[in-house]
């Protein structure tokens, strides 16, 4: 652990309070030399939360806990947690690293409640005494997170990537104009979400999102690429040109995405305008069919970007009062699934977070 711990003799770059916090169990796990070699960890500085040996959390709330350490609260088999740390020249490259490590994580687990996992902001760490971190209105900003780990493979993997930055910034800034949880999309669930809305906000909000998301798959280059002179479709009945499939199924291929895997397009209660528009020779029944409301399609990976293009395309190309009424949080969920599935494969952070033991 001595390797991974704030001690280090060596001549370093500035470090930065990140208020992201692990468990000892989760350090001695990392390699960093495989990951991110510009992190590093110290000891909790509000001293307030603790994990045993099998990864269970307790963490005080006040300053009273905080300071006197009751048995009650933590017990002999307890240790603390420590804080992640990262290095950078400056603030200002710090506050770039530190949200590209947190989109990282959102790849890892989306969740539209915790986009601010940590600090708001990087705060510079210094070595002694931080009257600053010490005081009372920054314990609430530290954080445990179990998604550091992916955050910071994200990091390591996308910094000399310009394309794949702006990705992961799009992606994220689709999932703060509106998004759901994985969770509420279980097919177990049914149809909860309503497939319209009258909020004006929300309508906007929705339509950003879709905008932003699919703009992530242009960024990556996996967009479908076709003309007038060379369309998508061949005829009436939605026959794919073998050009422009073989086209976008080896690009697909070069950048690391298993073509081979279908896409689950989320499809909830009566269908609406935008559903029944959806080619009847795309894809197949998916097996989540079997729960109430949900009639979802299992679809080419292919085709689950031309879905995501022509939702973009009548989104840009129509006035929201045309439009708004018929987008639903499951076309929102559907576009950014879409480009997070093609952002995990493209930057390896698929394989990887499959391959965490």
């Not at 760490?125 to 997170?145: C, K, R, V």
């Not at 799009?170 to 669930?189: A, G, I, M, Q, W």
């Amino acid at each position: 652990m001595s390797n991974k711990i704030v001690g280090r003799k060596e001549i370093m770059a500035n470090r930065y309070h990140t208020g992201l916090l692990v468990t000892p169990n989760e350090v001695d796990s990392l390699d960093l030399r495989s990951i991110y070699t510009g992190a590093s960890f110290i000891a909790d500085p509000t001293d307030r939360h603790y994990s045993n040996k099998h990864g269970s959390l307790r963490i005080s709330s006040c300053y009273e806990l905080r300071k006197e350490k009751p048995d009650y609260f933590v017990s002999a088999d307890m240790k603390k947690c420590f804080e992640l740390l990262i290095e950078a020249d400056n603030s200002e490259i710090a506050e770039n690293h530190l949200s590209l490590l947190r989109t990282g994580m959102l790849l890892a687990l989306p969740d539209p409640w915790n986009h601010y996992s940590g600090l708001h902001s990087p705060l510079k760490f210094f070595d002694g005494e931080d009257p600053l971190i010490d005081s009372q209105p920054f314990w609430s900003q530290f954080t445990y997170d179990h998604r550091v780990n992916v955050g910071l493979f994200t990091l390591n993997v996308v910094l000399n990537h310009r394309n794949w930055i702006y990705a992961l910034e799009k992606y994220r800034f689709s999932l703060e104009l509106d998004c759901v949880t994985v969770h509420s999309n279980h097919p177990k669930h049914g149809q909860i979400f309503e497939n319209t809305t009258t909020s004006a906000r929300a309508q906007v909000h929705q339509l950003a999102a879709i905008v932003s998301a699919y703009s992530v798959i242009e960024e990556l280059g996996l967009e479908i690429r076709a003309s007038a002179e060379n369309p998508r479709f061949i005829n009436k009945d939605q026959a794919w040109n073998p050009e422009v499939w073989e086209d976008t199924n080896s690009r697909l291929i070069k950048a690391g995405v298993n073509v081979n895997k279908t896409f689950n397009w989320v499809l909830r209660g009566s269908p609406t305008s935008i559903h029944v528009k959806i080619p009847e020779s795309f894809g197949s029944p998916s097996i989540n069919q079997q729960h109430t409301d949900v009639h979802d399609k299992e679809l080419h990976i292919i085709e689950a970007i031309q879905v995501a293009s022509w939702l973009r395309n009548m989104v840009a190309s129509h006035t929201f009062k045309n439009i708004s009424s018929s987008v639903s949080p499951y076309d929102v969920f559907n576009v950014q699934s879409v480009a997070r599935m093609l952002i995990m494969q493209a930057m390896g952070i698929w394989d990887y977070v499959n391959n965490i033991k």
